[in-house]
Each structure stands twice: as structure tokens, then as C-alpha cells.
């Protein structure tokens, strides 16, 4: 085997909680605005003749001591009405998001992360009208993006109609976004790491669950520890596109209304695409985050996270990165990320439930990250005609040559001449990308485990191994939905 030369490319990402801003000493603006208006209103009574020491100077000083009171960062009145939405939106069938009108807009947290060219990008957490949720605002493309995590019900003994059901309700959730112009695009994480993992429900070890059956594997030594399995889903849109009355203008509320509602209709659009429902989909906050990029290179650090997954803001998450031609070195762990530049095709039909097999082998983290782009008519046609000109090229040089024409080549230039057609009747078609990412502990045992992949997957995908690339894929593997973002 050639060994390869190591890379001296070092990078670094942090993520950092933003320190709560206070008018006043511990007390935020709207504190300090009620209780000038209480001293205020004392004043008026005292002008008025009245005595100071009477029912309604005590009741001032108890609404004083209310409004000054500090209960982890937050006041009194952001707690009310915290809970006050949690019970509305709880009545009316909505209990996953609650309104905190007090919080939307602010920036929580700040992050960096080393772009593809080596310079450092940073992003802003900003929080949102759902309770927690935040969104993360790229400033130089003027995007914001929602992260979700969704769990998945487990296909393995579900009915080939059944299979064939849910895939046929993924695609038509992914069509819809050729309708929705303000979205930029689409990230759906498939994800196999190392974790704890806690039985699903109360059935049999035989279940079916992929928890259960890790689990099972722990005790029988086959694992020597189990796997989560679990899909991050980040939403990215670009509020200068959005059309009509709710066009959203460049304030962070507005930015987070509009986010919450393409939120709302993509998950209810992809209810019935196998997602479990009783689990819930949560909308993620930065504690959240930081605790999945945490735990993404460091398994043992789920034993720092609460039961909500979420990291402390006390406990700094700083990542170093060492970059080489075709892995990378994360902390203690190994990375290897490869593009799928072929998938199944006609001649070579799969089971509708195959691609969840890629992301459920037992033995090897991997995170299967895919990327959806709406394309208008013109951009598509542009694209896929450029295409169809290097199929062209290369049948052109196999006949000036005297070589018998590549079967490949002519079933790929049928297929883009099949695509330009369904451009042309749908107005536009998405644009779709697949990237996987396989972790170990060792540059040995990183070698070992794609070898293994490539012996599982080499009959449905074929994979680039994307040379001195390593550093713009693993942007992308964090669940920040930065793949597919243009440079």
C-alpha cells in the first residue's frame, strides 16, 4: 500500500456560549424599564398626597421584588411567559413549540468553523420563537438555518408495500420544495455512532428495534459498545427570496418566522415517510447542538450531556483538526468522507429500504449525510446540458479512436436525455448529492472498516474518494446542514 504524506493543515472550530447582555448590572432592559415605571408610580402617589406607607406602596414593592428577581439568567417575566405559552400552545395541539417573544432575535452563541479555502467563517446562533430552538445565521450568504432531530422507525420488518410506500411519500415531500423558493436547501443526516443507547418502548430484545438489538450484541460481546442510530434534518433558507405577504425582511424575527413555518411544513411533509411520530421531532437549541458536535468526535462525552441532550455552557467545546489528502484527524478520532457519484439505476434495482441498510452496519460509525437543492428550469437545463456535452466528448474521443462506445457512457447520456425532458414538463427538478463518512479510532482500523463498506455497497454505489477535500466534507458532516453551501 502507497502510505500517504502527512499534511501539516491544522484547524480549529469553536463554539462558544454569548454571555447574556444586562442593561444593569444583573438586570435586562425590560427589568430595569419596569422598575423605573414602579418608581415612577410611587412618585405619583406621593405628588398626590397620598402616604407612602399604605396597600399599594406594598403591593409596588412586591411586583419591585418580582421584577428584579434572577432565576438563571432569566427574569420572572420571561419564566411567565414561557410557561403561559407552553400551556396555550399545549391547549391547542402544538405543545413542541411555545412562544418567548423576550428571546427571539438574540445571539446565544457564537461558532467558527475553517472554511473550504482555509479562512475562517462564523456563524451566529440565534434564537427563535420556538421555546429554545435556534436557528444558525450565516451572515455572508444570508441564510439561517433550523436543525432537527428526528428519530426513524425501524423498516426491518416492515412489508415490501410498506417500504414502497414510505419511499414513494419521501419523494413527494422532496418535490415540494421546487415550491418553496426561499429554501435554499435541504440536509437529511443519517446517523450510526457510538453512544449509550436505552431500549426503545418495553418489547422483547428480538423486537426489531435497532436499539434493542444493539444492545443485545453489547451483552453477547459481539459489540463493545452500542450504537445510536438517529437523523439530523437542517432546514437552510434564504429570507431575501420569500414571496408575497409573508416575505420576511432582514429583522431576526422575521427571519425566525419564516423558518419556523418552512419548519412546520417540511416535518409534517415527511410524517409519513417513516418518521416516529411518538418520538417526536425536536427543533434543536445551542445546548443541543454542542452537544451533538461533542459527541460526534467524542463518544465518551454523552456522559457530560443531561437527559435532554444538551451540553453545559461551562464545558468549552474546541475542536483541533489536522487535514491530509484523503482522511482527517478529529480529535481522537479518524474521518474519511467520500462522494457517491453512482447510485442504482433501472438496470440495477435495489429494495426501497436499501439505503437505510448502508447507515445500519454494526460495526462501523458512519454518517450518511445527503443534500437537497431545489434548481429553477433554466439553472437545471444549464447544468445537466453540460453534462450531456462530457458524455458526448467522451463518445466522440472512443469513435475517433476506433473504440466500441462505453456502455455506461450511452445508458448516462439516456438518462440526462430523459432528465432534460422531465426538467422541461416539472419547471425545475432538485438536485440531489450523497456524501458518507465513515469514523474510527486508528488510521489502521479507518482503512479497515472502508473496506468493509466498499465490499457491502460496491454492487448498489460507487464513491470519489475526494482528494484534498477532506476539509470541505467535514463541514459538512457537522449537523449544521453546511453541505451543499456554495463558496
Known amino acids: 500500500m502507497a502510505t500517504e504524506t502527512s499534511s501539516d493543515n491544522l484547524y480549529s472550530t469553536s463554539f462558544a456560549r454569548v454571555p447574556r447582555q444586562k442593561a444593569l448590572a444583573f438586570w435586562s432592559t425590560h427589568q430595569v424599564a419596569i422598575a423605573f415605571a414602579l418608581i415612577a408610580l410611587f412618585s405619583l402617589n406621593l405628588l398626590a398626597g397620598r402616604s407612602p406607607l399604605s396597600p399599594f406602596t406594598l403591593a409596588l414593592c412586591l411586583v419591585m421584588a418580582a421584577d428584579l428577581l434572577v432565576i438563571r439568567g432569566l427574569s420572572i417575566w420571561q419564566i411567565i411567559g414561557t410557561r403561559l405559552g407552553f400551556a396555550l400552545l399545549s391547549a391547542t395541539g402544538r405543545a413542541r413549540s411555545t412562544v418567548s417573544p423576550l428571546t427571539v432575535g438574540a445571539t446565544v452563541g457564537l461558532l467558527d468553523i475553517p472554511g473550504n479555502d482555509g479562512s475562517v467563517d462564523l456563524y451566529r446562533i440565534v434564537n427563535t420563537a420556538y421555546e429554545g430552538a435556534c436557528y444558525v445565521w450565516d451572515a455572508a450568504k444570508g441564510e439561517a438555518t433550523a436543525c432537527v432531530r428526528v428519530r426513524g422507525l425501524d423498516a426491518q420488518l416492515a412489508s415490501f408495500s410498506r417500504l414502497s410506500s414510505l419511499s414513494a411519500q419521501f419523494s413527494a415531500a422532496v418535490a415540494t420544495l421546487k415550491d418553496k423558493g426561499d429554501v435554499t436547501r435541504v440536509v437529511i443526516q443519517s446517523r450510526a455512532l457510538h453512544a449509550p443507547v436505552r431500549p426503545s418502548g418495553d418489547g422483547p430484545a ?70 416516529d411520530e411518538a418520538a417526536a421531532w425536536k427543533w434543536l437549541n445551542m445546548q443541543q447542538l454542542r452537544g451533538l458536535m461533542k459527541t460526534l468526535i467524542d463518544p465518551t462525552a454523552t456522559t457530560l450531556l443531561d437527559a435532554k441532550g444538551r451540553l453545559p455552557d461551562d464545558i468549552p467545546l474546541a475542536l483541533f483538526w489536522h487535514a491530509h489528502a484523503t482522511w482527517m484527524e478529529v480529535g481522537p478520532l479518524f474521518a474519511r468522507t467520500r462522494w457517491i457519484d453512482r447510485w442504482p439505476d433501472g438496470k440495477n434495482p435495489v429494495f426501497p429500504s436499501w439505503l437505510s441498510n448502508v447507515t445500519s452496519a454494526t460495526m462501523t460509525p458512519m454518517v450518511l449525510t445527503q443534500v437537497f437543492r431545489a434548481r429553477d428550469e433554466h439553472t437545471a437545463k444549464k447544468q445537466v446540458t453540460g453534462q450531456l456535452h462530457e458524455t458526448e466528448t467522451m463518445s466522440g474521443i472512443n469513435r475517433r479512436l476506433g473504440r466500441s462506445d462505453d456502455k455506461r457512457t450511452v445508458a448516462e447520456a439516456a438518462r440526462l436525455d430523459e432528465h432534460l425532458a422531465d426538467i422541461a414538463n416539472d419547471g425545475g427538478d432538485i438536485e440531489f448529492q450523497g456524501f458518507v463518512t465513515i469514523f474510527a479510532d486508528s488510521r489502521e482500523r479507518l482503512d479497515a472498516a472502508c473496506s468493509r463498506f466498499d465490499g457491502r455497497t460496491s454492487k448498489w454505489i460507487h464513491m470519489d474518494a475526494m482528494r484534498d477535500q477532506q476539509l470541505a466534507r467535514f463541514n459538512g458532516v457537522w449537523p449544521l446542514g453546511l453541505e451543499g453551501r456554495e463558496s
Open 206 to 275: 428480538d423486537s426489531g428495534s435497532l436499539a434493542d438489538r444493539d444492545i443485545r450484541y453489547v451483552e453477547e460481546s459481539v459489540l463493545s459498545m452500542p450504537f445510536e442510530h438517529d437523523h439530523v434534518v437542517t432546514i437552510t433558507v434564504d429570507p431575501s427570496k420569500a414571496q408575497g405577504e409573508s416575505a420576511a425582511r432582514s429583522t431576526p424575527a422575521d427571519v425566525s418566522r419564516l423558518l419556523s413555518a418552512r419548519v412546520e411544513e417540511l416535518m409534517g411533509s415527511l410524517s409519513g415517510t417513516g418518521v
